[in-house]
Structure formats: C-alpha cells, structure tokens
C-alpha cells in the first residue's frame, strides 16, 4: 500500500541555519503531496501542498517540490527562526484518505 | 470564528468509565474525520465520515463509536477506556472533492 517516509528527529539547528526535512513516498498513481505543522500544543495546520510533478509548493518561507523520479518531497527553508520550532508531517493523498509519515521534530535553538 | 472546535480541549478519566469528545466543523465540509496521536507523535486515523460512508480503520477497538448528529459534527465516544487510550485526539475536515484537511485543536486524553 502506499507510504510516507521522512526522517527521523529531532533535528535540531542554529537560527538562521538552513534546513532539509527529508520525504520520500511509495504510491500507486500521481497523489497530492502535503507538509502540515503542529505548533506545541495545537492541532495540525496545513503548511504547503503540491498537486502534480515538478510543482513546488510554498508557504511562510518554506518550499518542497513534487519529484517524480525520485519520488520525493523534501522541505526546504534558507533561514530559520525560533519560531519554526514545531513537528512536521509529510502526507500523501491516497483516495481522500491521508497517509502520513510520522512526524519530524525540529528544534531551533538561539 | 473557529473552522474546527473541539470540547473538551483536556479530559481525565478513570478506566472503565465512558466519555464522549465533540467535534463542529463551520466550514460546509462534507467530510470528517478522527485521529489518535501518541505521544512519539504518530497519528492514525481512525474513521472518516461523510454523509453517505463511514470509513472505519479496522484496527481501530470496537469501543470506539462516531456519531453525527448533522453534517457539521462528529462526535467520538469510547466505551469502557482503558491506560491505552491516553492520547491526543484530532478531530478533522475536509471538502468532498479537496484533499486539504482541516484540523481541530485536539482533545488531550488521560486514563488513570
């Protein structure tokens, strides 16, 4: 069946540091690929999306593009801040149903 | 002007004992769902719901039970809970023809 794989954490950097949370998936077809944050205590939000192949979402300074051939979806951001400290989920949809990885924690220290 | 609302936000309770979490959803979805989240984090699902199907996730303890009142809400309850219950629970929603889900805040579970 189809499946998320994204790194393990925590993954913890500098401020200002750069950052890659790496995602890779098996599915049949062409899914949507997700990336959703959860902030501490607070429910999941929607971070960026991509639809199709070689589309790259973005949002608040974070990118991942939808690579076909490597099947993967890798979220990027040049410069990051405190604030960005939070779990990041990396998702697929699979007939409406999403399939998730299971959560990357990072941690951004001062 | 909340899209997805939870109650209670925490909720304590002693095995055995059977409790209800609400979900209400303003935003015209015709989709919702329940989610456990352990505490490394791992979420499943559990149920989505429209108003034609209920997708249950067959792992998931017949103790457990959606019930919705209307489109907007679903409702969770759990029968006799036990330690292993003791989770976060997300309630979530999403269009029919979308993907993009919709998340409440969660219900913080302890069964003591």
């Known amino acids: 069946g189809d499946s998320v794989t994204q790194m393990e954490g925590p993954v913890t950097l500098s401020e200002e540091a750069f950052l890659t949370i790496n995602c890779t998936y098996t599915?049949?077809?062409?899914?949507?690929l997700f990336w959703y944050v959860q902030y501490p205590g607070e429910g999941l939000q929607l971070l960026l999306k991509a639809t199709k192949a070689d589309d790259k979402g973005s949002n608040k300074g974070f990118e991942a593009t939808y690579r076909k051939e490597t099947t993967s979806f890798h979220l990027e951001k040049g410069s990051v801040q405190v604030s960005d400290s939070a779990v990041y989920f990396c998702a697929l949809d699979s007939n409406y149903q999403l399939i998730w990885g299971a959560g990357t924690k990072l941690i951004i220290k001062p | 002007d909340t899209a997805v609302s939870q109650t209670p936000k925490y909720l304590v309770t002693q095995m055995g004992n059977d409790k209800s979490i609400k979900c209400e959803q303003n935003?015209?979805?015709?989709?919702m769902y329940w989610y456990k989240q352990d505490s490394k984090k791992f979420l499943k699902i559990m149920f989505s719901y429209n108003n034609k199907e209920l997708i249950i996730n067959e792992t998931v303890p017949n103790r457990f039970s959606p019930k919705s009142p209307d489109k907007a809400h679903l409702n969770l309850h759990i029968n006799s809970l036990e330690l292993g219950d003791s989770a976060v629970y997300f309630c979530?929603?999403?269009?029919?023809?979308?993907?993009?889900?919709?998340f409440g805040p969660g219900t913080r579970l302890t069964v003591l």
């Open positions: 599915a049949t077809g062409y899914p949507s």
């Open positions: 979530a929603s999403s269009r029919a023809d979308t993907d993009t889900q919709y």
């Open positions: 935003l015209g979805h015709d989709t």
